[in-house]
């Protein structure tokens, strides 16, 4: 920021940002950013390394890192969260969080708690998007409370989502907070854990069922999900300590989803 006013840049011509980071088809927090710059089409780069490399490229030893492609700023900018608070104010005119006062408090606290949480989940569940698991698979009971937290966000979300844009006579999208922004990019390697451990939607509140179907059938997203399988064609991209977790157990089979997979909430 120079004083308040947001740094900007001309959207035409070359790429304005590079991004670092793992394989995003395990890494839900280098998938998050790419996410959100491939949905409002900013102009950018990207470059793929090993876990093992990361201290070589990011002042902290961690990934994704972000590099402004300006001479106006020569720095790094680490983690999901801050990477995407950057650019929604390098972007003013975007609508990467909402611009309804409510419903961006609402939207920045779902991130934050997506960004912090769900711990549980995170660690016994491993983000790989291509990778299918039928059977006993386990889930701890802690999980299983981070599920219902899941799907009550979602709820609350769209509910209240709404009710405020129906006041304020605007469209809903039928987003998390009505458009396509930051907090659906976070969310998004979450439901990848619900299809790669097959962990049940029967709970979920009809409202939650339509964003979850909505987020399946997002063309970025889909066209996301292509370069994910893509990403697996390659054996040097392969993070082997995320790809059949379960081996040994006779009672889980691990296999890979089809490409043109598509989402039914039965």
């Given at each position: 920021m120079e004083g308040n006013k947001p740094i900007t840049f001309d959207l035409n011509g070359d790429a304005k940002y590079h991004l670092i980071g793992i394989p995003s088809r395990y890494s839900g927090w280098c998938a998050r950013p790419a996410?959100?710059?491939?949905?409002?089409?900013?102009?950018?780069?990207?470059?793929?390394?090993?876990?093992?490399?990361?201290?070589?490229?990011?002042?902290?030893?961690?990934v994704p890192v972000l590099i402004p492609l300006s001479p106006k700023l020569d720095?790094?900018?680490?983690?999901?969260?801050?990477?995407?608070?950057?650019?929604?104010?390098?972007?003013?005119?975007?609508?990467?969080?909402?611009?309804?006062?409510?419903?961006?408090?609402?939207?920045?606290?779902?991130?934050?708690?997506?960004?912090?949480?769900?711990?549980?989940?995170?660690?016994?569940?491993?983000?790989?998007?291509?990778?299918?698991?039928?059977?006993?698979?386990?889930?701890?009971?802690?999980a299983r409370k981070e599920v219902e937290r899941a799907f009550s966000l979602w709820h609350e979300a769209r509910t209240k989502t709404a009710q405020r844009l129906k006041e304020l006579g605007e469209e809903d999208e039928g987003y998390l907070f009505g458009k396509f922004g930051i907090a659906d990019a976070f969310y998004w390697p979450l439901l990848w854990r619900f299809r790669t451990y097959n962990l049940p939607l029967t709970t979920a509140s009809p409202e939650a069922l339509l964003?979850?179907?909505?987020m399946w059938s997002d063309p970025t997203l889909k066209?996301?999900?292509?370069?994910?399988?893509?990403?697996?064609?390659?054996?040097?991209?392969?993070?082997?300590?995320?790809?059949?977790?379960?081996k040994g157990n006779p009672e889980i089979q691990y296999s890979r989803f089809e490409e043109d997979w598509e989402f039914t909430a039965a």
């Amino acid at each position: 920021m120079e004083g308040n006013k947001p740094i900007t840049f001309d959207l035409n011509g070359d790429a304005k940002y590079h991004l670092i980071g793992i394989p995003s088809r395990y890494s839900g927090w280098c998938a998050r950013p790419a996410i959100v710059m491939e949905h409002f089409q900013l102009p950018y780069t990207s470059s793929t390394i090993k876990v093992c490399d990361a201290k070589k490229k990011s002042n902290t030893g961690l990934v994704p890192v972000l590099i402004p492609l300006s001479p106006k700023l020569d720095i790094q900018i680490c983690d999901s969260l801050a990477i995407c608070e950057f650019l929604a104010e390098s972007h003013p005119e975007l609508p990467l969080w909402p611009k309804d006062p409510m419903l961006r408090a609402l939207a920045r606290s779902a991130a934050a708690e997506m960004h912090s949480g769900f711990s549980e989940l995170r660690n016994t569940c491993p983000g790989n998007f291509v990778a299918k698991y039928t059977g006993n698979v386990p889930v701890t009971e802690k999980a299983r409370k981070e599920v219902e937290r899941a799907f009550s966000l979602w709820h609350e979300a769209r509910t209240k989502t709404a009710q405020r844009l129906k006041e304020l006579g605007e469209e809903d999208e039928g987003y998390l907070f009505g458009k396509f922004g930051i907090a659906d990019a976070f969310y998004w390697p979450l439901l990848w854990r619900f299809r790669t451990y097959n962990l049940p939607l029967t709970t979920a509140s009809p409202e939650a069922l339509l964003w979850v179907k909505k987020m399946w059938s997002d063309p970025t997203l889909k066209l996301l999900s292509k370069d994910y399988f893509k990403q697996a064609e390659d054996p040097e991209t392969a993070m082997v300590q995320f790809d059949d977790i379960f081996k040994g157990n006779p009672e889980i089979q691990y296999s890979r989803f089809e490409e043109d997979w598509e989402f039914t909430a039965a």
